[in-house]
């Protein structure tokens, strides 16, 4: 997946972020210089951009995941271009965390190191 520069009105870039919301490097820092994330939160829609807390444990990350799914279900006229959460910094393998978005819906779409797992 090629990095994600540009958006279109109906798109929403989703990324890993920490509860304090410091969005200082990678996905987070894109996410904040081009997509609205605000410096502070780190859960959520802000702008067009949704943070994932990705560094407070794996429990979290997977009740945060959930909670996304939940959002984008709810939310059918938004695309959701998800980055590669939780596979940087915070040091979980793909393999860990892509099947965490098993039940994503149509308008969820998954980076190659999710998409390309069972």
């Avoid at 959460?85 to 969820?108: E, M, S």
Wanted: hydrophobic share 50%; proline share 7%; no cysteine.
């Amino acid at each position: 997946m090629q990095p994600i520069t540009h958006l279109a009105d109906d798109e929403v870039f989703v990324f890993g972020s920490n509860a304090r919301g410091v969005h200082a490097a990678g996905a987070a820092k894109a996410a904040h210089e081009r997509f609205g994330a605000v410096w502070g939160e780190g859960d959520g829609l802000h702008g067009q951009s949704y943070a994932i807390d990705t560094m407070s444990g794996a429990a979290v990350m997977a009740s945060r995941i959930a909670a996304f799914l939940r959002f984008a279900a709810e939310h059918p006229e938004l695309r959701f271009l998800v980055t590669p959460i939780g596979t940087g910094i915070a040091g979980h393998a793909a393999a860990d965390v892509a099947p965490l978005f098993a039940d994503a819906p149509a308008n969820v779409v998954l980076p190659p190191e999710f998409a390309a797992l069972p």
